[in-house]
């Protein structure tokens, strides 16, 4: 271990060990690991695994380095062979594991057919639930209790979610069918109860749209159509400003990410995600839309005014 001083000025530090009370852990296919730290850090285990498995990461991000050199970040990395993951976590609660298939850390849960709004207690080691809907809604799923949240729609899989103090979990629904899968984040089975409800998608058109009160830790989604091809410029205002935003096309694949974007986008259906942090205050939102509207080929006004006073003529509506 190398600590360099990047000043001038003589600085304290501090080194300890403590023993290992048995064998170092070694995360394997199958196996889950959960944790609660105290302060934020970082966490190196050896893992085990072979092709076509994948590591899955709650609560932290990571870097897989394997046997062969290859380096991998994220939260859902896939995995060649033996290695090494380094989780970069917060304080609160951890979970990773190993997956493939036929292999899982949770037992089989058959998904369960839901018609929402509903409200339903929380049971088992994992829950999945299966989701229709008719038409393209936000999804909004709150639970009383710590959760791992991962939602799957149209075939692909997102990123799992820790909740360590209950849930706040807002998403884009398309329509038609998708499950959420929903894991005990410690040991020991879900418990609480959970609240699903879903709200329509707001349209937005060419320029500043209204603004919607979205409460701390809500989303607010915004869909707007393009014609044809070319450059699209989409914007989200919050008063108090604290708000995330992403671009997603009509599938819920995010394709850009920030309060103001300007991408060239091909004709199709597209929607703006607002998010607001869970301590952030209510805040109202505002999206802004340049670029789906076709731009008018004649004159201004003004200049069109002028030409019909020359000949004499008066435009429809001047007087």
Do not use: C
């Given at each position: ?9 003589p600085?304290a530090?501090?080194?300890s060990?403590?023993?290992?009370a ?10 889950a690991?959960?944790?609660f730290f105290g302060a934020s850090g ?5 893992y ?9 990461v709650?609560g932290a ?9 290859r ?9 060649s ?12 609660l ?5 997956e ?14 839901v ?5 339903l207690a929380?049971?088992?080691d994992?829950?999945?639930?299966a989701l229709?809907?008719p ?10 209790a ?8 149209g ?13 706040e979990?807002h998403?884009y ?21 959970l609240?699903l409800d ?6 937005a058109a060419?320029g ?7 409460a701390?830790g ?16 989409v ?6 400003d ?8 009509q599938?819920g ?5 920030g ?9 199709g ?5 607002a ?17 789906i509207a ?6 201004p006004p ?9 000949v ?8």
């Amino acid at each position: 271990m190398l600590l360099t001083n990047p000043g001038a000025r003589p600085l304290a530090m501090a080194v300890s060990s403590t023993p290992l009370a048995g064998t170092p852990a070694i995360l394997r296919p199958g196996m889950a690991d959960k944790r609660f730290f105290g302060a934020s850090g970082t966490l190196s285990l050896p893992y085990e695994a072979g092709p076509g498995m994948r590591l899955v990461v709650a609560g932290a991000s990571a870097t897989v380095i394997e046997d062969n050199g290859r380096v991998r970040e994220g939260t859902v990395i896939a995995l060649s062979g033996p290695g090494r993951v380094v989780l970069r976590h917060p304080p609160g609660l951890v979970a990773a594991w190993i997956e493939g298939e036929g292999v899982s850390p949770w037992p089989a849960a058959p998904p369960r057919t839901v018609t929402v709004p509903a409200e339903l207690a929380l049971a088992g080691d994992t829950m999945t639930l299966a989701l229709s809907v008719p038409a393209p809604a936000l999804l909004h799923a709150r639970t009383t209790a710590p959760v791992i949240a991962i939602l799957r729609r149209g075939g692909a899989e997102e990123a799992p979610v820790m909740f360590p103090a209950g849930a706040e979990f807002h998403r884009y629904l398309p329509a038609g069918d998708a499950e959420l899968r929903l894991i005990s984040p410690h040991d020991g089975q879900l418990s609480g109860s959970l609240e699903l409800d879903t709200t329509p998608v707001t349209p937005a058109a060419e320029g500043i749209g209204e603004a919607i009160a979205v409460a701390p830790g809500g989303t607010a989604l915004f869909a707007f159509d393009v014609a044809k091809v070319g450059a699209v410029g989409v914007g989200i205002r919050a008063d108090p400003d604290r708000v995330a935003a992403r671009l997603l096309d009509q599938n819920g694949t995010e394709l850009g990410a920030g309060v103001a974007l300007l991408r060239r986008l091909p004709a199709g259906h597209y929607l703006i995600e607002a998010r607001l942090p869970a301590d952030a205050a209510t805040a109202l939102v505002q999206p802004a839309v340049v670029g789906i509207a076709p731009r008018p080929n004649g004159p201004p006004p003004e200049v069109a005014r002028k030409y019909f006073e020359l000949v004499g003529m008066v435009p429809t509506g001047a007087r």
